[in-house]
Structure formats: structure tokens, C-alpha cells
């Protein structure tokens, strides 16, 4: 299947209407049992409120409530096609660059940049990495901020990466390549029994338990990138060098307080790259279950 182009996306929802009567679909549809008089029902559309009506009880049920939409006065139909921008772009999407295509301020359009890319990371989840018989490969890489002097690495953040090998990867943004800073993620997010590749830094020997895992290590220094029984983190450096580009073309500066919410963004696209066609679908059908 191939994604959704522009005139697809405005077939399928032309109106704001249409895009109601998605969400309402998706997360509730016809015969959806009444929370309040517990009977399966036939909902109507209300015009005076976006909502629908159930046909025994008039209890309403409002499709917005508990998505990124709630309390928005921006129109459905702008914030399905923003979405639609971040699933076709491999790059990401700036605030700027919303508020060209949406013609709203670039305040709202910061903001639901930043509703979107804390949706993707939701409903891309947590699941854990490896197991037996497979191989992750974790690494580090600084963003951000200016390379100056001996200090440099002070005015940049950590990005941690765990990559399982032609599988998915999970980044966080950490407080320093420190054992207390790296062992969590790898102890919360790697299945035991996991082959862990890494460079030389030797934090891993310390952060990596053997007792749990499999540890190789690459050596870099002495210009080594796959070692003699294959272990490398070439993929995940490959991935670091599209992020890095990426953050660096789109939106020229992210400050470390937001950096997670932009990182997860490219971790949800890379963890779909077969399946691209998935995602507006999947951004436009996943919201937390609610009774009304």
C-alpha cells in the first residue's frame, strides 16, 4: 500500500464534519453502549454542540474529549491535516512551517506541533527491545546547543539510542553518558537474554549487567566499525546522523526541555518505515477509551 497523497487525504475528509463523524467512528460508533442508561443506542448528531446523542437517554457523548483536539478552537479538519504533514515528511515538520500550510498563528501552530509529537510517541509505546537470540545495539550521541572550546559537550544533550538489529528503536534524552544515567533505560527496556553491542565507552562495562546480557564492544579509536564476530553500532549511528540532520535543516535549534518530545517523533517514523502507510491512520484511530 502506498500513503495517503493530498487529494486522498481531502476525499477523505473534506469537511470538518467529516472529520467528526471519524473520530465519533473510530472511538465510539453506531451501537456504542450509553454509559449513563447502559443500553446499546443509535447516536445522532447534534448540530448545536460537536457532539452525538443517544437515542434512549439524550446522554451526549462528545468525539473530542481526551484526544489532542480537546479545547481546541482550531478546526478539526486543520489539525487532521497537520498530522497528514507530519506522516508524509521524513524530515519533521516546524512550527513556522504550520503556520504556512494551516494559516493559523505560530503560537497554535507550536502548540499542536507539540500535542502531535507527544500523540506519536504514545501510540508508538514502550515495548521492550530484543531478547533471545537478538541483538541491540546501543550508543549515545550529543544535540544541540554550540560546539566551543574544551566544554563543548556541557552546552549539548545526551541522546541515548537502543536499536534492535532490523527491528525497532527507542530513544531517551538523558542527563550525561554516567552509569546512573545510561543502566536504567538498558535495564528497563532491553529483554533479558539480549546481545548488546556498543563502542568502547567503557560506562557500559559498568551499566551493561552480564549476568542479564550478552556485551560486545566495537573500538572505534582504533578505527574499528564491525568487530571480528560482527558486533557494530553502525545502524544506530546511521540513525543519529538522519536525526541530527533532520532537527538541523527543519527546525535550526531545539532546547533540551522539548528535545524527548522531538526525538520520539522520529523514533514513531523510523519504527513504521516499512509501513508508512499505517501511520495517519493509526494517528487519526488511537485515543484513550472513555465511557463518554
Given at each position: 500500500?502506498?500513503?495517503?497523497?493530498?487529494?486522498?487525504?481531502?476525499?477523505?475528509?473534506?469537511?470538518?464534519?467529516?472529520?467528526?463523524?471519524?473520530?465519533?467512528?473510530?472511538?465510539?460508533?453506531?451501537g456504542?453502549?450509553?454509559?449513563?442508561?447502559?443500553?446499546?443506542?443509535?447516536?445522532?448528531?447534534?448540530?448545536?454542540?460537536?457532539?452525538?446523542?443517544?437515542?434512549?437517554?439524550?446522554?451526549?457523548?462528545?468525539?473530542?474529549?481526551?484526544?489532542?483536539?480537546?479545547?481546541?478552537?482550531?478546526?478539526?479538519?486543520?489539525?487532521?491535516?497537520?498530522?497528514?504533514l507530519?506522516?508524509?515528511?521524513?524530515?519533521?515538520?516546524?512550527?513556522?512551517?504550520?503556520?504556512?500550510?494551516?494559516?493559523?498563528?505560530?503560537?497554535?501552530?507550536?502548540?499542536?506541533?507539540?500535542?502531535?509529537?507527544?500523540?506519536?510517541?504514545?501510540?508508538?509505546?514502550?515495548?521492550?527491545?530484543?531478547?533471545?537470540?537478538?541483538?541491540?545495539?546501543?550508543d549515545?550521541?550529543?544535540?544541540?546547543?554550540?560546539?566551543?572550546?574544551?566544554?563543548?559537550?556541557?552546552?549539548?544533550?545526551?541522546?541515548?539510542?537502543?536499536?534492535?538489529r532490523?527491528?525497532?528503536?527507542?530513544?531517551?534524552?538523558?542527563?550525561?553518558?554516567?552509569?546512573?544515567?545510561?543502566?536504567?533505560?538498558?535495564?528497563?527496556?532491553?529483554?533479558d537474554?539480549?546481545?548488546?553491542h556498543?563502542?568502547?565507552?567503557?560506562?557500559?562495562?559498568?551499566?551493561?549487567?552480564?549476568?542479564?546480557?550478552?556485551?560486545?564492544?566495537?573500538?572505534?579509536?582504533?578505527?574499528?566499525?564491525?568487530g571480528?564476530?560482527?558486533?557494530?553500532?553502525?545502524?544506530?549511528?546511521?540513525?543519529?546522523?538522519?536525526?541530527?540532520?533532520?532537527l538541523?535543516?527543519?527546525?535550526?535549534?531545539?532546547?533540551?526541555?522539548?528535545?524527548?518530545?522531538?526525538?520520539?517523533e522520529?523514533?514513531?517514523?523510523?519504527?513504521?518505515?516499512?509501513?508508512?502507510?499505517?501511520?495517519?491512520?493509526?494517528?487519526?484511530?488511537?485515543?484513550?477509551?472513555?465511557?463518554?
Amino acid at each position: 500500500m502506498k500513503q495517503t497523497n493530498v487529494r486522498q487525504f481531502f476525499q477523505q475528509f473534506p469537511t470538518d464534519e467529516a472529520c467528526l463523524e471519524h473520530l465519533f467512528n473510530v472511538r465510539f460508533g453506531q451501537g456504542h453502549e450509553c454509559p449513563k442508561c447502559k443500553r446499546d443506542a443509535k447516536w445522532y448528531r447534534l448540530q448545536s454542540e460537536q457532539a452525538y446523542s443517544c437515542q434512549w437517554c439524550g446522554h451526549h457523548i462528545h468525539p473530542m474529549v481526551g484526544s489532542i483536539f480537546e479545547k481546541s478552537r482550531t478546526p478539526l479538519q486543520l489539525w487532521f491535516y497537520a498530522i497528514f504533514l507530519f506522516t508524509t515528511s521524513r524530515h519533521g515538520v516546524s512550527g513556522k512551517e504550520l503556520q504556512r500550510q494551516l494559516g493559523v498563528t505560530y503560537k497554535t501552530a507550536w502548540r499542536m506541533a507539540k500535542l502531535i509529537r507527544e500523540h506519536m510517541a504514545e501510540v508508538d509505546g514502550e515495548a521492550p527491545l530484543g531478547g533471545e537470540g537478538k541483538v541491540v545495539e546501543v550508543d549515545e550521541t550529543f544535540v544541540g546547543g554550540k560546539a566551543k572550546g574544551m566544554d563543548w559537550r556541557k552546552s549539548k544533550t545526551v541522546v541515548m539510542g537502543m536499536m534492535e538489529r532490523n527491528g525497532d528503536v527507542m530513544l531517551k534524552v538523558v542527563p550525561d553518558q554516567t552509569r546512573g544515567s545510561l543502566m536504567p533505560p538498558i535495564r528497563q527496556n532491553i529483554t533479558d537474554g539480549t546481545e548488546i553491542h556498543t563502542d568502547e565507552l567503557r560506562t557500559y562495562n559498568k551499566a551493561i549487567d552480564v549476568s542479564r546480557y550478552t556485551h560486545k564492544t566495537v573500538n572505534h579509536s582504533k578505527d574499528e566499525y564491525v568487530g571480528p564476530n560482527g558486533e557494530t553500532t553502525n545502524s544506530i549511528e546511521n540513525f543519529f546522523g538522519h536525526l541530527k540532520r533532520s532537527l538541523k535543516g527543519t527546525h535550526n535549534n531545539v532546547s533540551p526541555k522539548y528535545l524527548e518530545a522531538y526525538v520520539k517523533e522520529f523514533e514513531y517514523r523510523f519504527n513504521r518505515r516499512t509501513t508508512p502507510e499505517v501511520m495517519l491512520g493509526e494517528l487519526l484511530s488511537r485515543f484513550p477509551e472513555l465511557d463518554a
